[in-house]
């Protein structure tokens, strides 16, 4: 069985990986994974991905002002998940834009791909709720990682 690598992991290379256990909430009436919820295993990856970067959520809320907004997907659903697997979401920048990132993920079983998705997320100042290049320091160490 393949072992992911532990969300506490320093972010030193491209790609990062979350696991996940699907708990019974996760599912619908026949024990598969409800659709929506393998956006939110990537979005908590996504969170996971940025923390382990050095960079905390609520710390760019109150001190910058600034947060992170989905501005599109686009996703493909593969093969079911069910109650009970053990999941990883890999995590990895396609793209490093001035105010925004693409991100590829997969959520997977072992090595089988379950759903795989692209996401483009914009970064935004919150108080004039409009796009804003992403912050000089944050962006010397996303480029630092993107290129590993």
Known sequence: MHTPRPPSSPVEE?????PIRVYYEDTDAAGVIYYANYLRYCERARTEW????????????TEQRMGFVVRSVN?????????????HVTTGV?????ASL??????MRGDEILFRGRF?????DLDRK??????AD????????VQA
């Open 14 to 18: 491209s790609v990062f990986s979350l």
């Open 50 to 61: 940025l923390r382990a970067a050095g960079f905390e959520q609520q710390a760019l809320l």
């Open 75 to 87: 996703g493909d659903y593969l093969s079911p998940g069910m109650l009970d697997d053990a999941l």
């Open 94 to 98: 396609e793209t490093l834009r001035g």
């Open 102 to 107: 693409v991100f590829v993920q997969k959520v």
């Open 120 to 124: 483009v997320i914009a970064c935004v």
């Open 130 to 135: 409009r796009p804003t290049p992403l912050p």
């Open 138 to 145: 944050m962006r010397t160490k996303l480029e630092k990682i």
